[in-house]
T-cell receptor
Framework: EPEVTQTPSHQVTQMGQEVILRCVPI?????FYWYRQILGQKVEFLVS????????KSEIFDDQFSVERPDGSNFTLKIRSTKLEDSAMYFC????????????FGPGTRLTVL | KQEVTQIPAALSVPEGENLVLNCSFT??????LQWFRQDPGKGLTSLLL?????REQTSGRLNASLDKSSGRSTLYIAASQPGDSATYLC???????????FGKGTKLSVIP
């Protein structure tokens, strides 16, 4: 069964450094998402991406964040200058259809900012 | 702004018992509602998706219902097993939005 994959599974970085989290969505999906979950808290939406542009973003997704689909298979989340409060599990998700389809989630990348 | 609440926050039951997890949401203008399972430190596994026009969905021992007008959904698990132990998350997709809004989850422990 097709699945969303994410790399790395765990990333440790120093405050102020740039990190790139990578995702490979399911191959015939058109809509891509990033969510995050701070330890002990709810899963929160960051951004959705369709047709090579951001379709929706949350208040969390400020100028420090960016997303890109650099080729036909990868979808990346970049954090330009990491802060301690960026430490969280980051999930990528994808879906075929915007409104009616199941969102399939990857296993997540645990980001630790020291 | 859509808010999703799940009650109870934690639940412990003996193996074999049937149980119900509850989810409520504040804005009834939704496309669909999804139930997920999350194991500790892991990703989200989709269990059931209910469209706004549907009243329930079933998959094996799981049955999810949706009452959109009252802003409620339930996840019924029949004949619980220790392997069902996990956190169960409810998420809604608001009409006109791309995002899922999640509840905080119910942590289920099934005792052998």
């Amino acid at each position: 069964e097709p699945e969303v994959t994410q790399t790395p599974s765990h990333q440790v970085t120093q405050m102020g450094q740039e990190v790139i989290l990578r995702c490979v969505p399911i191959s015939n999906h058109l809509y891509f998402y990033w969510y995050r979950q701070i330890l002990g808290q709810k899963v929160e939406f960051l951004v959705s991406f369709y047709n090579n542009e951001i379709s929706e973003k949350s208040e969390i997704f400020d100028d420090q964040f960016s997303v890109e689909r650099p080729d036909g298979s990868n979808f990346t989340l970049k954090i330009r200058s990491t802060k301690l409060e960026d430490s969280a599990m980051y999930f990528c998700a994808s879906t075929r259809d915007r409104s009616t389809d199941t969102q399939y989630f990857g296993p997540g990348t645990r980001l630790t900012v020291l | 702004k859509q808010e999703v609440t799940q009650i109870p926050a934690a639940l412990s039951v003996p193996e074999g018992e049937n149980l119900v997890l509850n989810c409520s949401f504040t804005d009834s203008a939704i496309y669909n509602l999804q139930w997920f399972r999350q194991d500790p430190g892991k990703g989200l596994t989709s269990l059931l998706l209910i469209q706004s026009s549907q009243r329930e969905q079933t998959s094996g021992r799981l049955n999810a219902s949706l009452d959109k007008s009252s802003g409620r959904s339930t996840l019924y698990i029949a004949a619980s097993q220790p392997g069902d132990s996990a956190t169960y998350l409810c998420a809604v997709k608001a009409a006109g939005s791309y995002q899922l809004t999640f509840g905080k989850g119910t942590k289920l422990s099934v005792i052998p």
